[in-house]
């Protein structure tokens, strides 16, 4: 906090300042535009001075990094002790297909891996079912059954590395399967560490593959908290997330609060089950977006991790430090990209993260050229994680904990955004919490608006994109893509045949009884799903129990 | 170019902006006889993604269009039905899945079956250029990739209507 006499003096100076050479300056050369704003449409203001942040206490606001409210980082020495988690987000087609594409990443220096899941796994449902038709192995690898994940990590250290799965509805499930695989192989589940996304509250708001009502997935959700707390200590049982709801078209304040209103709405449903929060609250991690807007972005990282350690300590009267931290993965923003153009996209990545680097994420996907045109190809994802490499070892950007603390700009946003995202959580407070909020469609309208304004914009060419908009080319695409091997899913389907031919069948009968009686009871789910898994039971034949127990869940439509 | 002069119905119907000038595109004028066009704008297949959709539902409806949006989930039987039901001059695809050589074809046959041969059917989504003629020659008459303009579009879907009259 700046004393009053300084800051009046330098409100003077500023005025003066503006009415002699800005004034001056002007008058001769107006600026590009009238109104500077941000990729969020948040309005920029041409200087920022001590004066933006004249309440800004550095002990209480920033702290140092590794101690409360971190906003400075969750560890002391940030990437000097270690560099950032290079995780990249891949899947495609069948699993031999993706377990070739993570030896490739490993072999080229990748950290962590990451799973993208195929539409018909992330809905539950096995590649043969009829709703599955054309879907197979398009957006991802298809995950039917444990044998299909044996075959995934086949060859893979999974006690010494970590993966990231990318799934929400039939999170619980698809976790077992990586479970009862580790197993399998003599690995036991204290030993494996990484994280199943297991967001479902963002499912509803912006990525839309949900399975079950709030209300039973919030349940499932729990019980993984509850089962991960007791058997795997290293293992994140949520990684909550923004990047889908950014990635629909919401500004970073709305990303931001949307996020850790659903981090909120979590905690408080893991503590009205009567879990003590400090049993949990260390395993909770989170997912950002880094979109084009380098400062923006950088704030509001960190004001993710001050709000958060506020909330924990102060609403949730969390006492272990560690659950006070907002450890996050970020991923560049997908929704950034351009199909024009598509080497124009390796700057923007690098761009974002950048950006995350600078906000102090724990993990990093950077996203591929290709990818507003296909599935990225070997080539195009090496581009992509040569882009972290460069940044961890060349930049020089890891070599100091938070660099740009004290920027009158980023403080200045860093407060700004925290702002937006209490006025946020008081809205969703007075809808009756998030569920209510979903089910009267707030989250998915205050998105919808904000994406058909960011598209104006672009449109009446306030918002320049490169090659789109400005800088047009008339040239055939010059990059190769990524082309699944038509064999897959046939080899797939008949992988699931054999499955269900070779099993015990009755003994699966058994296990998804014990799970539909444990459904309509209140016992803790993991177990019983757990042992359907290792009895081969497909992910669509256990997501049947579920949805026959619980019901389906069918969105408001809002435009 | 962006936005250029149209003199349909003699309004200037798209203009440049001025910063802070939030109007709509183009209140009023796409009217086919006597009525408003009317559009469905469906989400075939498994895919969420529905950013698009729902960015281009808003636009044609600024554009004085009548505007049903089928929400997620649909599959080709219920989207041919919806635009039997609503009566719709066209039907816009949105697929990001890679789905669409799968779920184009079933919806163009199923209009054809319910005798909608007349509703203009466009396709957005990720749609690689290899399977672009294919798409055409079942009779898709706009496909809209990313960075696909609004007002393209519009423009597009007036044009495609007015002239099947």
């Known amino acids: 906090m700046q004393d009053q006499e300084t800051m009046a003096s330098l409100a003077q100076a500023k005025d003066e300042w503006e009415r002699t050479t800005l004034r001056d300056t002007l008058a001769k050369w107006p600026e590009r535009y009238e109104q500077f704003i941000t990729t969020s449409g948040a309005p920029v203001e041409r200087l920022y001075t001590p004066l933006d942040i004249a309440d800004l206490d550095y002990e209480r606001d920033l702290g140092f990094p590794g101690q409360y409210p971190f ?41 962590g891996l990451s799973v993208a899941f195929d539409f018909p796994t992330l809905y539950g449902y096995d590649t043969d079912h009829p709703l599955a038709e054309g879907e197979f192995g398009k957006c991802g690898v298809a995950v039917s059954s444990l044998a299909d994940m044996e075959i995934l990590f086949d060859g893979i250290p999974v006690d010494e590395i970590t993966t990231s799965m990318t799934i929400n509805g039939p999170a619980a499930v698809i976790w077992a399967m990586y479970i009862a695989a580790a197993e399998k192989r003599g690995i036991p589940m204290a030993k494996l560490g990484g994280t ?50 950014r990635e629909a078209g919401a500004t970073a304040a709305q990303e931001l609060a949307f996020t850790l209103a659903d981090g909120i709405a979590y905690v408080q449903a893991a503590i009205d089950r009567g879990l003590d929060v400090d049993t949990f609250a260390p395993r909770l991690s989170f997912f950002f977006n880094a979109h084009n807007d380098f400062f923006e972005e950088i704030a509001k990282f960190r004001a993710a991790r001050r709000i ?61 050229m290709d990818e507003a045109l296909a599935l990225p190809s070997e080539v195009a994802v090496r581009i992509a994680l040569r882009t972290q490499q460069i940044i961890a070892h060349e930049s020089g950007v890891a070599n100091s904990v938070d660099p740009l603390a004290g920027s009158y700009l980023v403080e200045s946003w860093t407060n700004r955004l925290e702002r937006e995202a209490y006025e946020y959580f008081d809205k969703i407070e007075a809808l009756g919490g998030v569920i209510p909020a979903i089910e009267q469609g707030f989250f998915q ?54 499955v269900r031919r070779e099993r015990d069948n009755r003994l699966l009968q058994q296990r998804l009884e014990a799970l539909r009686r444990a459904a309509k009871g209140t016992e803790n789910l993991m177990p019983y799903i757990l042992d359907a898994v290792r009895a081969y039971g497909t992910l669509g034949e256990i997501c049947d129990v579920l949805r026959e127990v619980f019901g389906e869940y069918r969105e408001p439509v809002i435009i | 170019m962006l936005f250029g002069q149209s003199h349909w119905h003699g309004e200037a119907i798209g203009y440049r902006l001025k910063h802070d000038n939030h109007q709509p595109f183009a209140i009023g004028g796409f009217i086919v006889g006597e009525r408003k066009i009317r559009v469905l704008i469906a989400k075939p297949g498994l895919d969420g993604h529905d950013r698009g959709a729902k960015v281009v539902a808003r636009a044609l409806r600024d554009a004085g269009m009548e505007v049903i949006y089928t929400g997620l989930r649909q599959t080709p039987e219920m989207i041919a039905q919806a635009a039997l039901q609503e009566d719709v001059d066209v039907v816009g695809l949105s697929i990001l899945s890679g789905a669409h050589m799968t779920l184009v074809p079933r ?9 909608l041969e007349d509703v203009v059917v466009f396709v957005g989504g990720i749609i690689p250029d290899e399977d672009v003629p294919a798409l055409r020659q079942l009779g898709v008459k706009g496909i809209y990739g990313p960075g696909a303009a609004l007002w393209d579009i519009i423009q597009a879907i007036r044009q495609e209507v007015e002239s099947r009259g």
């Open chain 1, 196 to 245: 199943i996304q297991n967001d479902i509250l963002k499912e509803y708001i912006a990525q839309k593959s949900w399975l079950l009502p709030p209300e039973p997935s919030m349940r499932l959700i729990v019980d993984t908290f509850e089962f991960g707390s007791k058997y795997l200590p290293k293992w994140n049982t949520i990684s909550i997330s923004g990047y889908h709801i």
């Open chain 1, 308 to 368: 958060w350690a506020r909330v924990m300590r102060e609403r949730f009267k969390a006492k272990d430090p560690r659950s006070w931290w907002l450890r996050f993965h970020t991923q560049t923003a997908g929704c950034s990209l351009t199909a024009q153009q598509p080497e124009n996209n390796i700057v923007r990545t690098t761009i974002q993260a950048l950006a995350a680097v600078l906000g102090g994420t724990q993990s990093l996907h950077t996203n591929s």
């Open chain 2, 107 to 115: 919806v163009m046959q199923l209009l054809k079956q319910y005798g």
């Open chain 1, 71 to 111: 906003t400075r980082g969750v560890h002391p020495t940030m990437y000097r002790g270690r560099l950032w988690t290079m995780r990249m987000f891949a899947g495609f087609g069948s699993a031999e297909e993706t377990n070739a594409r993570y030896k490739y990443l490993l072999a080229h220096g990748e950290t």
């Open chain 1, 445 to 498: 309208r205050e998105i919808a608006a904000s994406a058909y304004r960011y598209q104006r914009e672009i449109e009446e060419h306030r918002r320049i994109v490169v090659g789109v908009n400005e800088y047009q080319m008339d040239e055939p695409l010059s990059i190769p893509l990524l082309k699944l091997d038509p064999e897959g899913e046939r080899r797939q389907r008949e992988r699931l045949a054999r």
